[in-house]
Antibody
Framework: EVQLVESGGGLIQPGRSLRLSCTTS????????MSWFRQAPGKGLEWVGF??????????EYATSMKGRVTISRDDSKSIAYLQMNSLKTEDTAVYFC?????????????WGQGTMVTVAS | DIVMTQSPDALAVSLGERATINCKSS????????????LAWYQQKPGQPPKLLIY???TRASGVPDRFSGSGSGTDFTLTISSLQAEDVAVYYC?????????FGQGTRLEIK
């Protein structure tokens, strides 16, 4: 069974940094681009960024609104994707989801984790 | 970035009746070289992650009931639920993946009348 499990969320002060993890199982991790999304309380979905599969080139793309503050990385030996967020702001408060796309369709996401809540507050 | 706009924001439909949700993109998401529209639809229930319903604008994802259908091309798209069931109460989102700055509509809340 394909599974994605996010962890690392919690309450954090503005200006601090946080690294989220997405632990995966049930598929060949290195073959897939892994994306992160977020959803602020009561709001819609926002794409954060992705990291291409190592079988391709492992490069990253980020949402314009978050570029410079986030870094996505991956450890194929552990089948884990990471989201590093720096200089956190109160408006970064959201549930953060990692996702895996349909095979061969990088931008349509059929596998989602349950999400991890990040609350940025003093 | 491509702006996705859904209508209506909220919709109430009687059980067994048809529900229609519209999505308009600020630019075409039709890729002419393969004649595919890079448009997906998701369903999200409270406390759950989104569930992929439709991709390529009209292809149902695995396990999605055939009462869900997608149509449209270019900039105008529609998600139709042919006969609303109680379990379809949710928020529905369209999403474009034509550009890697993936963007979603604001969501449409579907309720039972």
């Amino acid at each position: 069974e394909v599974q994605l499990v996010e962890s690392g969320g919690g309450l954090i002060q503005p200006g601090r940094s946080l690294r989220l993890s997405c632990t995966t199982s049930g598929f060949t991790f290195g073959d897939y681009t892994m994306s992160w999304f977020r959803q602020a309380p009561g709001k819609g979905l926002e794409w954060v960024g992705f990291i291409r599969g190592t079988s391709y080139d492992g490069t990253t793309e980020y949402a314009t609104s978050m570029k410079g503050r986030v870094t996505i990385s991956r450890d194929d030996s552990k089948s884990i994707a990471y989201l590093q967020m720096n200089s956190l702001k109160t408006e970064d408060t959201a549930v953060y989801f990692c996702t895996r796309p349909l095979r061969g369709i990088t931008g349509a996401f059929d596998i989602w984790g349950q999400g991890t809540m990040v609350t940025v507050a003093s | 970035d491509i702006v996705m706009t859904q209508s209506p924001d909220a919709l109430a439909v009687s059980l067994g009746e048809r529900a229609t949700i519209n999505c308009k993109s600020s630019q075409s998401v039709l890729y002419r070289s393969n004649n595919r529209d890079y448009l997906a639809w998701y369903q999200q229930k409270p406390g759950q992650p989104p569930k992929l319903l439709i991709y390529w604008a009209s292809t149902r994802a695995s396990g999605v009931p055939d009462r869900f259908s997608g149509s449209g091309s270019g900039t105008d798209f529609t998600l139709t639920i042919s006969s609303l069931q109680a379990e379809d109460v949710a928020v529905y989102y369209c999403q474009q993946y034509y550009f890697t700055q993936y963007t979603f509509g604001q969501g449409t809340r579907l309720e039972i009348k």
